[in-house]
Nanobody, 115 residues
């Protein structure tokens, strides 16, 4: 399976962005998908996961109320809606899928938030 994250960009603090994670090569409807991010000079940080049917979501505490994870299995795509972006949200955002206990990573998409 190949995962491609997109939707990043340069925004101002308070703006919104919606990231997409498109899967190809295999249907991901039966698998958990999620997002990590990595800020410059920092370790990769877990953000969110969503269960195969769209329920069972988890979110990092610091983004609860601002970020929402969702998926459209018919489009083989997962999303991360990010609202009220802050400077500290600046990072490269990666999506992943857990398929048969193995993680698959996509290339990241850069999100830069100017203060």
């Amino acid at each position: 399976v190949q995962l491609q994250a997109s939707g990043g960009g340069l925004v101002q603090a308070g703006d919104s962005l919606k990231l997409s994670c498109a899967a190809s090569g295999r249907a991901i409807r039966a698998y958990m998908v999620g997002w990590f991010r990595q800020a410059p000079g920092k370790e990769r940080e877990f953000l969110a996961t969503i269960g195969r049917s769209g329920d069972g979501t988890t979110l990092l505490d610091s983004v609860k109320g601002r970020f929402t994870i969702s998926r459209e299995n018919a489009k083989n795509t997962a999303y991360l809606q990010m609202n009220s972006l802050k400077y500290e949200d600046t990072a490269v955002y990666y999506c992943f899928a857990i398929i048969l206990l193995r993680p698959y990573w996509g290339q990241g998409t850069q999100v830069t938030v100017s203060s």
